[in-house]
T-cell receptor, first 115, second 114 residues
Framework: AQSVTQPDIHITVSEGASLELRCNYS??????LFWYVQSPGQGLQLLLK??????LVQGIKGFEAEFKRSQSSFNLRKPSVHWSDAAEYFC?????????????FGSGTRLQVQP | DSGVTQTPKHLITATGQRVTLRCSPR?????VYWYQQSLDQGLQFLIQ???????AKGNILERFSAQQFPDLHSELNLSSLELGDSALYFC?????????????FGEGSWLTVV
């Protein structure tokens, strides 16, 4: 069965510092990977997605993620964090070929940004 | 704005009661998903419908049921509510069932069972 692990429950960075949020997946075939962000009291917003092709994908709000098959990872990065990036971030994987497209989410990483 | 609309946004009800959560998918989207987000379980997939038919089931309790209507809106029915059912319930939609399509989420319905 597919699964997603986000090893860091909580991360604190200073505004302007770089950010990397870790995500590891377990899935036999080629995964379809997503990063979503949830601001307090809000729904889930898609940041970026990887299906195939270039392993470095660009998303909204200056985020990018790199797919590394050898490490089963899909880490999210941002070169300079803004205070408005404080939120919870979820990595997710979806199955393929079965018609079922339900996302399997990681447990999330809560990002706190210090002034 | 994702285009997925959920009502109500907040709901407080007593144990043993029944509630219905409503979802309007993005215009043209045929697939609807329901998720539950709670502190102890995280984001859990409940059920998926595609063009009116149930497509997949996740960790949905027998006390819960859902349906998708001909106009593609969906309802999640929660009955015999327990304190542990307090959670944020998300509806999401996508255009087809292909894995290449993005799933868009609504802002959720906060359910508090007292």
């Amino acid at each position: 069965a597919q699964s997603v692990t986000q090893p860091d429950i909580h991360i604190t960075v200073s505004e302007g510092a770089s950010l990397e949020l870790r995500c590891n997946y377990s899935y036999g075939a080629t995964p379809y990977l997503f990063w979503y962000v949830q601001s307090p009291g809000q729904g889930l917003q898609l940041l970026l997605k990887y299906f195939s092709g270039d392993t470095l994908v660009q998303g909204i709000k200056g985020f990018e993620a790199e797919f590394k098959r050898s490490q089963s990872s899909f880490n999210l990065r941002k070169p300079s964090v803004h205070w408005s990036d404080a939120a919870e971030y979820f990595c997710a994987v979806v199955s393929e070929g079965t018609g079922r497209r339900a996302l399997t989410f990681g447990s999330g990483t809560r990002l706190q940004v210090q002034p | 704005d994702s285009g997925v609309t959920q009502t109500p946004k907040h709901l407080i009800t007593a144990t043993g009661q029944r509630v219905t959560l409503r979802c309007s998918p993005r215009s043209g989207d045929l697939s609807v998903y329901w998720y539950q987000q709670s502190l102890d379980q995280g984001l859990q997939f409940l059920i998926q419908y595609y063009n009116g038919e149930e497509r997949a089931k996740g960790n949905i309790l027998e006390r819960f049921s859902a349906q998708q209507f001909p106009d593609l809106h969906s309802e999640l029915n929660l009955s015999s509510l327990e304190l542990g059912d307090s959670a944020l319930y998300f509806c999401a939609s996508s255009g087809t069932t292909g894995a290449g399509n993005t799933i868009y989420f609504g802002e959720g319905s906060w359910l508090t069972v007292v």
